[in-house]
T-cell receptor, first 111, second 110 residues
């Protein structure tokens, strides 16, 4: 199928690390993305990783890609209350103009 | 730099009324353009995408249509809205391998 799956909710304490997981289905995916959506707003690109990479780090964000298991994760270090939002993973598929989005994970950061 | 504009931000419409949502992109030419719908608490559903003027691909059969009358303009329309058309509508454009999103339109059909 075309599903990109994510857990629906994650709750962490301020200052802890958050890990948001995603599984995708298409092994031909070329790029994988993480977007952040704050309430009532559009999606903001956080980071992306090319499919030939295993890891990408960008300040507090670390993306890990396991192609064998088709598993993508986003780790947010030192999570802050401003990180509370919905996080979407997405994949782009080779040879198409389409992007497939996950169902989104709602991250709640407790002060 | 490139920017994407969507309007209106919020819309309340009665069942059976027409709809027109507009999206424009500045600072780029011949972008791929997309319309998504996000139902409350749900993920994104791709409705339409366009790779050029007058070229529209529809992803799901529905009560909506899309048009691209100009290179950087993408319009989402309906002749008669249904209750089930309520949701958050997002326009996006593709630059390189990245999709960039507008701020969205919250549509409530009553």
């Amino acid at each position: 199928g075309e599903d990109v799956e994510q857990s629906l909710f994650l709750s962490v304490r301020e200052g802890d690390s958050s890990v948001i997981n995603c599984t995708y289905t298409d092994s031909s995916s070329t790029y994988l993305y993480w977007y952040k959506q704050e309430p009532g707003a559009g999606l903001q690109l956080l980071t992306y990783i090319f499919s030939n990479m295993d890891m990408k780090q960008d300040q507090r964000l670390t993306v890990l890609l396991n192609k064998k298991d088709k598993h993508l994760s986003l780790r947010i270090a030192d999570t802050q209350t401003g990180d509370s939002a919905i996080y979407f993973c997405a994949e782009s598929r080779q040879g198409t103009y389409k992007y497939i989005f996950g169902t989104g994970t709602r991250l709640k950061v407790l002060a | 730099s490139q920017t994407i504009h969507q309007w209106p931000a919020t819309l309340v419409q009665p069942v059976g009324s027409p709809l027109s949502l507009e999206c424009t992109v500045e600072g780029t030419s011949n972008p791929n353009l997309y319309w998504y719908r996000q139902a409350a608490g749900r993920g994104l559903q791709l409705l339409f995408y366009s790779v050029g003027i007058g070229q529209i691909s529809s992803e799901v059969p529905q009560n909506l249509s899309a048009s691209r009358p100009q290179d950087r303009q993408f319009i989402l329309s309906s002749k008669k809205l249904l209750l089930s058309d309520s949701g958050f509508y997002l326009c996006a454009w593709r630059g390189g391998n990245i999709q960039y999103f507008g701020a969205g339109t919250r549509l409530s059909v009553l």
